[in-house]
């Protein structure tokens, strides 16, 4: 080979960070040369200065807002950060901090951070330390407060919704939070990737032997939308249903009795009946006496919700009386619900 330098150049496009470079590089057979060499993204030694650690902790301690370059250096690193690094946690906690902040809602989403994190909470390749996967969840809830964000996050809510069954309690209530602030405005075509939530949602009413406040605001916001509404009726009750307004915590009778008005509502406005809801039964045989459907407006379960409903409207909150009035005036509305001879016939066959 001659001394000619190579066309041979390595080019990194739009550098932000490091020392990018674009050198002529000589070829590999040429053995005195001393400049052939790969060039690597510096980004990837990035954790190892202490240029991400000034970073948190001035964002931490000292500095709430942040400044375009800042967003753009939280991105390189999301980008280039190891789920194996110590750094990871920290830098996902002054994001999901930031978000306090609607100025910085609109850097973090202008400058790619908001979608980067749905793609790493998303990737299953990254086995993700416990704390990081909790702090990315509680970043995307966070994120979901700014309605602009909505259109980007909403491509994890399968993966939220997935996380609703794990078995570590704090990963639980951040999944239910982050659903209930992305469900505050359902379009048709996100319907079906809010519909596994709705048996997670009945099964976590009650977690140890309280209401669990964090179901009922999602299933408020899911009962708003009048095309899921058939869906929550045909699902599966869980025993002692009503006795969710026999608490004393005025904030989950609240939401306990809104929840009730919003179904109620739907019910009677629509006409639903059971035979509207009859395919959706989950039930292998079709029992209509595990829906909610029967839970609230059976012959049984109907004069019981009339009854407590009754006793609320007498209630020191002067929210909670009112919407039991008009819960109770409504329910007069709904028919009874009786169970078919054809239901019947399904069960003994």
């Not at 964090?214 to 006795?243: E, F, M, Q, W, Y």
Request: hydrophobic content about 40%.
């Amino acid at each position: 080979m001659g001394q000619q330098q190579s066309s041979f150049v390595v080019e990194i496009a739009s550098p932000r960070y490091g020392k990018f470079q674009s050198l002529p590089q000589k070829d590999p057979d040429e053995e005195a040369s001393q400049q052939w060499r790969i060039t690597v993204n510096p980004a990837s030694e990035f954790a190892a200065t202490e240029q991400l650690k000034a970073l948190i902790n001035r964002l931490y301690h000292s500095q709430k807002l942040l400044c375009p370059a800042d967003a753009r250096q939280i991105l390189t690193a999301l980008n280039y950060l190891d789920v194996t690094q110590d750094l990871l946690l920290p830098l996902l906690t002054v994001v999901s901090n930031s978000t306090a902040f609607a100025a910085n809602q609109i850097l973090l989403r202008e400058s790619g951070v908001v979608a980067r994190v749905v793609e790493l909470f998303c990737d299953k390749d990254h086995d993700w330390p416990k704390s990081c996967r909790i702090m990315l969840l509680q970043c995307i809830a966070n994120m979901a407060v700014d309605v602009t964000n909505e259109p980007i996050l909403k491509r994890g809510i399968g993966a939220i919704v997935r996380r609703m069954d794990s078995s570590v309690d704090l990963e639980c209530v951040v999944a239910l939070q982050a659903l209930t602030n992305l469900s505050l405005n359902i379009s048709p075509t996100h319907i079906t990737t809010f519909l596994p939530a709705i048996p997670h949602c009945m099964n976590k009413l009650w977690v140890k032997g309280e209401v669990n406040l964090h179901s009922l605001r999602l299933l408020v916001n899911l009962s708003c939308c009048p095309d899921i509404v058939p869906h929550i009726l045909a699902s599966k009750a869980v025993t002692g249903l009503l006795s969710i307004l026999d608490t004393d915590k005025e904030d989950v009778l609240l939401r306990a009795v809104t929840w009730l008005l919003c179904m109620s509502c739907a019910v009677e406005t629509l006409g639903i009946d059971y035979n509207q809801i009859a395919p959706l039964n989950q039930d292998p045989f079709g029992n209509t006496n595990f829906t909610l459907y029967h839970a609230l407006y059976g012959m049984k379960g109907k004069p019981e919700l009339e009854n407590k409903i009754r006793e609320l409207t007498e209630c020191k909150n002067a929210e909670i009386a009112n919407k039991s009035v008009r819960l109770l005036d409504i329910l007069r509305q709904i028919t009874p619900m009786r169970t078919s001879s054809a239901s019947l016939s399904r069960l003994v066959s």
